[in-house]
């Protein structure tokens, strides 16, 4: 008889979130990480938990917009389990509207939000006020919402562990070991590039992103977004920037984009002009073709199932996509949308 029934393979936030959502059911859980935790993109800075714009609305913005509600209950219950804190907070965001039309649209979204985010948080058109941490906004005009949650990535990471060691998963890091009952990878970029092979066809890939960390208590404040540049306050006085999306690049580690990540923060924000600069980060990030979550079933191969595709939204979708999972491979329910199977994908 196994002694384990669910093997999860991938020591990043979707692994150790399918970890945990098999372990708090009863499940005897293996997790299996051949490097360390948060090898691969799950070990960067940001953890901007940002919802998409209330507009177009299709499976993956209602499965977004449940897993961006549920998130504050569902890392509350890891803290409970492990006692470790992984810095979660629904702390809002800030986007400056460049012009008129950019604010007629963001009217249009903040009604359309009205409907199709259920009651569960705003998206509200708001006059700027020229406060210290607020970005300059040509219009005169801001986008608040009330959905964007933040957390610290290695210190969820750490969470989850702590939850999982209370449960008595097995957790076999930086090596090898045998895989038992159903199976779950969860790994990354190098998945991806697994997956793409087996089936003759590209599926996904790395997209190589940097961030930076510096130092700045704003802990309690919202969450910036201008021009695609995240400005995330953490609870330990730091301040994340991230992040580029590279398909092309000439080293793997930091480079001269880091530091153009930081002179636009700080030409947004000028209260950061003296922030000390902690760390710069780069790592792969992994995206599927799809865009969204691969999540489901691994098409002939029984057992084996697929947690992959985080990207730019996986801290935010993980908690969501490991329950789907957990309901997938514990009791053979089909929760998540079928657009995120590896045979939708597959066409």
Known sequence: MASVDVTVRGGGVFGLACAWAC???GARVR???PARIGAGASGGLVGALAPHAPEGWNPLKDYQLRALSSAEGWWAAVEAAGGVDPGYLRSGRLQPLADAAAVE???LRAAAAQTLWQGRADWQVVPATGAEWEPASPSGWLVRDTLTARLSPRRAGAALVAALRAKGADLVI???APE???VIHATGAAGLADLSAVFGRTLGAGVKGQAVLLRHNAASLPQIYAGGLHVVPHADGTVA???TSETTWATEGPDAQAD???ARARALLPVLAGAEVLERWAGLRPRAKSRGPLAGAWPGRPGHFVANGGFKIGFAMA?????GLADLVLDGQESLPASFSVAALLG
């Open 319 to 323: 908690p969501a996509v490991a329950e």
């Open 260 to 262: 153009d990540l930081i």
């Open 105 to 107: 649209l963001a009217q």
């Open 180 to 182: 038992e009952g159903a």
């Open 23 to 25: 372990a708090r059911r």
């Open 241 to 243: 920037i991230g992040s």
């Open 174 to 176: 930086g090596q090898e």
């Open 31 to 33: 997790l299996i990480e």
